[in-house]
Every structure is written in C-alpha cells, then in structure tokens.
Antibody
Framework: EVQLLESGGGLVQPGGSLRLSCAAS????????MGWVRQAPGKGLEWVSG?????GSTYYADSVKGRFTISKDNTLYLQMNGLRAEDTAIYYC?????????????WGQGTLVTVSS | DIVMTQSPDSLAVSLGERATINCKSS????????????LAWYQQKPRQPPKLLIY???TRESGVPERFSGSGSGTDFTLTITSLQAEDVAVYYC?????????FGQGTRLEIK
C-alpha cells in the first residue's frame, strides 16, 4: 500500500524557516515525480512545488520561488525560508503518476504550518 | 501562467440527479504530439486530502465509480456525476499539468439539494 507521511510543520515567526519532510513507502520512490500542494485554512488547493523522479528538475509556484527549495533523497523535503503569514496552510505531499507526470494519485494527510508572531 | 477557472463555485443537486462542473483553462492544455489533454479532477471531502478521480481529462482512476466521468478538450472541460449519491458531497478541483506552475481551479462545492 502506498503511504506518504508528512512531518515538520508547526508554528514559526514571520521571516523564519521550516523544513518539511515526507516519508514514502509502498512504491519505488526513485521512479516517480513528487510534489507539494498547500491549502490555506478554508481555502482551495495551491500547487507549490514539484520534482522529477531523478531530482534533476524542480519547479515552483511564483509565490514561493526563491524562498522554498524542494529536494529528495529517500525522503521528499521542502525547505521553507523567509516565511510569511500567507504561507500558513496545510502542506500535502503528493505522488505523481510517472517519472515526470505532475497529476497526483496519492496524497499524505498533510502537515500544518502556521506563520505568526 | 495557466489560470484555471471553475464554474459554478457551488452547486446543489438532488440525490439521483446529474451534477455538472465546468473547468476552463486560460490556454490550451492539449498536447498534439500525444493527443492528450493534461487535465485532472480531484475530490476533497472535509478533513481529508484530495483524491484523484480523472486524469488525461477523461480517464477514470481505478476504483472510482462509473458515475464520475470527464470530458472536454483544449480549454474547456467538464466533470459529470450521474445519479448523485450522498457520499459525493465534497469540493471538486480541476488541475492542469501541461505546464508549470501546475495550477488548480478554485474549487466547486457540491451539496445535496
């Protein structure tokens, strides 16, 4: 069974940093693209970042470009710097269907990031 | 960037009736080289992560009931739920994966009338 488990969320002050992790199991992690999608409280889904199966290609939403960095080894990460109040959201880790397909066939339960003083 | 716009924002349908949700992209998400539309649909129930329903605009994900279907091409797409069931109450999102950023629509809330 495919499982994704996010961790690393929490309360952080504006301007601070957090690193989210996503532990994957039940599939060959190195063969699939992965992504992060967030959802602010009571709002819709916002695609944040994606990474190809090899890690060689990375993609970002304009709203996080230059502040967030996606990476992977045996785990998926999202390094978030310069956090702002508008980054407050549940962050979901999601598995792509193929090595470079960015529609998501499996999602984690999410981890909550709150940016507040 | 490709902007995805769904209509309506909310919808109330009687049990057993048809629900139709529309999604329009600001530019075509059809790739002629493989004749595919890079469009997916998701269902999100309260306090749950999204669930993939449809990809390539019209291919139903394994395990998704046949009452869910997707159609459309280019810039205009539709998710249809025939014979609405109580468990279909949710927010539905379209997503384009043609070009980065791989944007979502704003969501359509589906309720029972």
């Amino acid at each position: 069974e495919v499982q994704l488990l996010e961790s690393g969320g929490g309360l952080v002050q504006p301007g601070g940093s957090l690193r989210l992790s996503c532990a994957a199991s039940g599939f060959t992690f190195s063969s699939y693209a992965m992504g992060w999608v967030r959802q602010a409280p009571g709002k819709g889904l916002e695609w944040v970042s994606g990474i190809s199966s090899s890690g060689g290609s990375t993609y970002y939403a304009d709203s996080v470009k230059g502040r967030f960095t996606i990476s992977k080894d045996n785990t998926l990460y999202l390094q978030m710097n310069g956090l702002r109040a508008e980054d407050t959201a549940i962050y979901y880790c999601a598995k792509g269907r193929g090595s470079s397909s960015y529609y998501f066939d499996c999602w984690g339960q999410g981890t909550l990031v709150t940016v507040s003083s | 960037d490709i902007v995805m716009t769904q209509s309506p924002d909310s919808l109330a349908v009687s049990l057993g009736e048809r629900a139709t949700i529309n999604c329009k992209s600001s530019q075509s998400v059809y790739y002629s080289a493989n004749s595919k539309n890079y469009l997916a649909w998701y269902q999100q129930k309260p306090r749950q992560p999204p669930k993939l329903l449809i990809y390539w605009a019209s291919t139903r994900e394994s395990g998704v009931p046949e009452r869910f279907s997707g159609s459309g091409s280019g810039t205009d797409f539709t998710l249809t739920i025939t014979s609405l069931q109580a468990e279909d109450v949710a927010v539905y999102y379209c997503q384009q994966y043609y070009d980065t950023p791989f944007s979502f629509g704003q969501g359509t809330r589906l309720e029972i009338k």
